[in-house]
């Protein structure tokens, strides 16, 4: 069982290069199945979910090759020979769903095995399978050797108006991609608008698609016949940026955040102003320092965007553990997004909380403790945890924070933590 072995090392101080976005390559990638052309994407970070993503292609028919060294990887699918995601590819990474729209869109079948739900919530797929229906997708679901498949398929795609009962980013996304090559034009109401919508909408563009809209709750998409390869760099990790964001003020230190984009972070700069760091925002950089200062609690409620992301709850819930006061979390976006408490509470935290709201009381002295991560971010919240705490913390199935974060022992060792890895 891999962990991670942290102790407080005091402030930490200096600069980290920010990744590619893992949220916003993984569309990316399956979008490059709507062409039999080359599509090269950058800036490409090398994760496990990205590897997941590799095989899953390649097992569809793709050539895909992925530098790890240049952050670049090539995919073209010429012919496709399987459609869709098996059951290993599929219970390995839940994401593993974006193939269908593509697959609809370019061959007008496709058989995903469904992973089960997961640690934070059920994660259902009903408004993606709504929206394909609405385009003349006819869906049947299966369940065979234990597992659940969804099975799909269409003569012609026919485009129309969907309304998304909640602004679903998968769901958007998969919507999106079997919109591009229907017949005649479709509108996504109430669509997700994060900024990896806006990254796979410039793509798609880019392979010759007429999308309109992204980034509002509003996306058109005129369908067209064919789309060609393309080459593309993936906008930086939002999510990535703001989990160093916390690094920095958790320890009372300061860090140069390099390639972040200070406009996808805007509700954590907010949050982190009203406790007391401060926040420069620079073109193509963000600067957090907290040295010296006394932050105060404050209160969060997770929203889709530009509301303050769900990803962020548990790297902030530790923020909050050693600021002045006492602070509340309120999680509107997964159901079950609270597994890190009991760990946090290990560690000396004083959190109270129901389904859906906790409160922190704040000002607490963490101290180290031997605990597990319960999801990436969950993850990166312990560790965040184990920076600011007396002694040592063991931080257990770390597996699920290489899913998400390159290189995350060496940037964090690079400003001055004291982490290690351990097989
Ligand atoms: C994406 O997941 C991200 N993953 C998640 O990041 C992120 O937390 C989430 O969006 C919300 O921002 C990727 O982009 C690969 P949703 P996704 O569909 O698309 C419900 C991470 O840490 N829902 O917006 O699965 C669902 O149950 C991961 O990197 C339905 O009810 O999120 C959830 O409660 C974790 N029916 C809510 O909507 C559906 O058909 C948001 O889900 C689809 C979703």
Same mark, same amino acid.
């Given at each position: ?17 920010? %990744?590619? &976005?893992?949220?916003? /390559?993984?569309?990316?990638? @399956?979008?490059?199945?709507?062409? %039999?052309?080359? $599509?090269? #994407? +950058?800036?490409? !970070?090398? =994760?496990?979910? /990205?590897?997941?993503?590799? %095989? ?34 599929? &219970? ?17 079948? @496709? ?37 659940? +498949? ?9 485009? $129309? ?7 679903? /980013?998968?769901?958007?996304?998969? =919507?999106?991609?079997?919109?591009? =090559? ?28 007429? *999308? ?6 509003? #996306? ?14 993936? #906008? !930086? ?32 700069? @907010?949050?982190?102003?009203? $406790? ?11 600067? /957090?320092? @907290?040295?010296?200062?006394?932050? *105060? ?6 929203? !889709? ?12 819930? %530790? ?80 597996? +699920? ?17 004291? #982490?290690?890895?351990?097989?």
């Amino acid at each position: 069982m891999s962990k991670y072995i942290v102790r407080n090392n005091g402030p930490l101080k200096g600069q980290i290069n920010i %990744s590619g &976005s893992k949220n916003a /390559v993984l569309p990316l990638m @399956a979008a490059s199945l709507l062409t %039999s052309e080359k $599509c090269e #994407i +950058y800036d490409t !970070p090398a =994760l496990r979910d /990205v590897d997941v993503m590799c %095989s899953i292609l390649r097992r569809i028919g793709g050539n895909v090759q992925f530098d790890k060294e240049s952050n670049c990887v090539e995919i073209e699918t010429q012919e496709i020979i399987y459609n869709g995601a098996d059951t290993e590819l599929a &219970s390995r990474m839940r994401a593993s769903i974006l193939v269908m729209g593509p697959l609809l869109a370019r061959t007008g079948r @496709a058989t995903i095995a469904l992973p089960g739900g997961c640690a934070i919530g059920a994660r259902p797929i009903d408004l993606h399978l709504k929206g394909f229906e609405a385009m003349g997708v006819k869906i049947w679901e299966k369940h065979q050797d234990g597992f659940d +498949y969804v099975e799909a398929e269409v003569d012609k795609l026919k485009g $129309c108006d969907i309304y998304l009962d909640f602004p679903s /980013v998968g769901a958007t996304e998969n =919507l999106m991609t079997t919109a591009v =090559l229907a017949e005649g034009i479709t509108t996504i109401q109430n669509a997700a608008e994060e900024p990896e919508i806006v990254d796979l909408a410039n793509f798609l563009n880019k392979m010759g698609a007429r *999308v309109k809209g992204a980034g509002t709750d509003t #996306i058109r998409i005129e369908g067209v016949k064919t789309l060609h390869g393309t080459r593309h760099n993936v #906008i !930086p990790d939002r999510i990535e940026t703001g989990t160093f964001m916390l690094a920095a003020a958790i320890t009372r230190g300061s860090i140069r955040l390099n390639n972040a984009v200070a406009s996808h972070v805007k509700p954590l700069t @907010a949050k982190l102003r009203e $406790c007391g760091a401060e926040v420069v925002e620079e073109d193509d950089a963000i600067i /957090v320092n @907290a040295e010296g200062k006394k932050l *105060v609690s404050t209160n969060l409620k997770t929203l !889709p965007y530009p509301g303050f992301p769900t990803d962020l709850q548990s790297p902030f819930m %530790s923020l909050l553990i050693t600021t002045e006061g006492r602070g509340t979390v309120i999680e509107t976006v997964f159901e079950n997004r609270f597994m890190h408490i009991a760990e946090l509470q290990k560690m000396g935290a004083q959190i109270d909380y129901s389904d859906r709201k906790a409160v922190i009381t704040g000002n607490k002295n963490l101290r180290g403790a031997a605990v597990k991560a319960t999801d990436l971010r969950a993850g990166a919240a312990l560790v965040l945890a184990g920076l600011a705490a007396e002694g040592t913390t063991q931080v257990e199935q770390v597996y +699920y924070i290489e899913r998400g974060y390159e290189n995350f022992v060496e940037k964090m060792s690079s400003v001055g933590a004291d #982490i290690e890895y351990i097989e």
